[in-house]
């Protein structure tokens, strides 16, 4: 059985988890934050590594560098996407895979692209002038503070730091309601898949691996999260410390995953492969396409929520019905982003390939 919004909002509030914010700040406030300073003003931030750095009291112009897909989706993600003056690094746009960018935040077509496979164009950025430039390297934001910009550090490390970046970029961008609104709106997702998977014991969880079984890679250890978050039982848990794990097939033939949940598009070689054929999700042509968005939904991105609502829907499709997971993907992509969805555009994400 799976909750409507409806249902579930009255469930969050006899739970007692805070609803403040939750629909309230939608895409038609997203420039009236009553936090906003004068305009008269500069202000001080404090980045995530512990950096001071002042910025106009408003910010016009964002430029991303670096980790773009998942940076541009932080600064969607608050309703600002417009801000956003720079064009996507050529390594993201020699496939399609990043389309919903250009539709998401159109105008970075006719922008400048600000990096190279060498790096930083500074010169082009100097030109730009961005307010602020976001990037996740302390090496990056050296090279854009040595050249008199204005640079933020964010990091993910841990599941919570998400909430602690889109913080931040709520300070940065002066929307700290919006920020506060998305917060609680994540919690408010894992709690509603945690009580729809509660009732299923530990042994009959379905068991799943995440990455390239072709590679035999898992890029993120962030996948050990959301696979437990939404019900699942990741075979790679005991051994992934380290951000990417890299495993052996034995080790992935002694595991035997139910599910395959890949970040590997060539559903052909997985089906084919002779290696691999002994597994259960071969077997039961459960391998799953993880969908790229904003950025790809498997490893770091402020789209977590709905990772863990998609896989559960893969997993345990009885508890959590595509209808449930079209309505959130809509309400995610509107409030957030400040895009609707179409039902085909949905409908491609829920079955990506």
């Known amino acids: ?44 931030v404090t980045d995530m590594v512990g950096r001071s750095v002042t910025l106009p009291s408003t910010v016009n112009t964002v430029a991303t560098f670096g980790s773009v897909g998942v940076l541009n989706a932080f600064v969607e993600c608050m309703g600002k ?6 064009n996507m690094p050529a390594t993201f746009t020699k496939t399609n895979q990043w389309a919903m960018q250009y539709k998401f935040a159109p105008q970075m ?21 961005p307010d602020v430039c976001i990037t996740m390297t302390q090496d990056y934001a050296q090279q854009l503070q040595d050249a008199g910009l204005n640079a933020i550090v964010i990091t993910w490390d841990n599941t919570e730091d998400v909430k602690t970046a889109v913080t931040l970029m709520g300070q940065v961008l002066g929307v700290e309601d ?22 299923i014991p530990d042994s009959n969880k379905t068991s799943v691996i995440y990455g390239d079984v072709e590679a035999l890679t898992n ?29 052996t097939m034995e080790n992935l033939l002694s595991w035997q995953p139910q599910v395959i949940f890949s970040s590997n598009s060539n559903l ?56 449930s997971l079209a309505e959130d993907i809509k309400y995610f992509y509107n409030h957030f982003f400040c895009y609707t969805m179409t039902d085909a555009e949905i409908s491609n994400i829920i079955n990506y390939q």
Not at 181 to 193: E, G, S
Not at 219 to 247: C, D, F, M, R
């Open 1 to 44: 059985m799976s909750l409507s919004r409806r249902e579930f909002t009255q469930l969050v509030l006899v739970s007692g988890v805070s609803l403040a914010g939750m629909g309230l700040v939608g895409c038609a406030s997203q420039s009236k934050s009553s936090t906003t300073p004068p305009v008269s003003q500069n202000r001080t």
């Open 81 to 86: 996407g417009s801000l956003i003056a720079n």
């Open 109 to 129: 077509t006719n922008e400048p692209v600000l990096e190279t496979s060498n790096g930083i164009n500074i010169e082009a950025t100097m030109t730009l002038a």
């Open 178 to 199: 919006r920020a506060t609104d998305y917060n609680a709106y994540f919690d408010q997702m894992v709690a509603k898949a945690s009580s729809l998977t509660k009732g």
């Open 219 to 247: 890029p993120h250890i962030i996948s050990e999260w959301w696979i437990s978050a939404a019900g699942g039982k990741s075979v790679t848990s005991a051994l992934h410390k380290n951000n990417t794990l890299q495993y």
């Open 268 to 323: 052909a070689a997985i089906y084919g492969d002779a290696n691999i054929s002994s597994l259960p999700a071969i077997k039961n042509k459960q391998v799953y396409l993880v969908p790229t968005v904003a950025h790809v939904w498997g490893n770091r991105t402020v789209e977590q929520p709905l990772t863990v609502m998609w896989a559960m829907n893969k997993l345990y499709p009885n508890l959590y019905s595509e209808a």
